[in-house]
């Protein structure tokens, strides 16, 4: 029986090769390194945001109303000193509900990304207008 590691591999036609008997794999999806890897009966998932230990900070106001939204809970990795987004799935679930989760967590990537991506633009300047009847 196929491990949710090699379903998820499977179903979602991923071109590179899955080593035999393995428990974590790097994904490449959207330019970025989707890492999985099963644990205590989970498949988790997860991917870097951010290397800027500020933007923490700045998307924190986003996370509550984000976790009411998504599975997807964003964190900040100590080890590697990165903002990460990860995400769990049950070891047991189906080929179809792997590929849904799949393209959630991609979806919530996406979401955060653009969030970090808004960080440093600066806001809009207007200038003083003095409007006389």
């Known amino acids: 029986m196929k491990n949710a590691l090699e379903k998820l591999h499977e179903t ?30 989970k498949l988790i998932l997860s991917r870097v945001i951010s290397h800027d230990d500020e933007a923490l900070q700045r998307l924190a106001a986003f996370a509550a109303g984000r976790l009411l939204r998504e599975d997807a ?8 000193e990165t903002l990460i987004l990860w995400q769990e799935c049950p070891d047991n679930a189906s080929a179809h509900e792997l590929k849904s989760f799949m393209e ?20 809009p300047a207007f200038p003083d207008i003095v409007i006389r009847p």
């Not at 809970?73 to 590697?80: F, G, H, I, P, T």
């Not at 967590?105 to 600066?122: K, M, T, Y």
């Open 12 to 41: 979602i036609n991923y071109p590179d090769a899955l080593p035999e008997g393995a428990k974590a794999f790097s994904f490449v999806v959207d330019d970025g390194d989707v890492k999985a890897r099963l644990y205590d009966g």
């Open 73 to 80: 809970v964003l964190a900040w990795d100590e080890r590697s």
């Open 104 to 123: 959630s967590f991609l979806a919530s990537c996406d979401w955060w990304l653009e969030r970090v991506s808004e960080i440093n633009v600066p806001a």
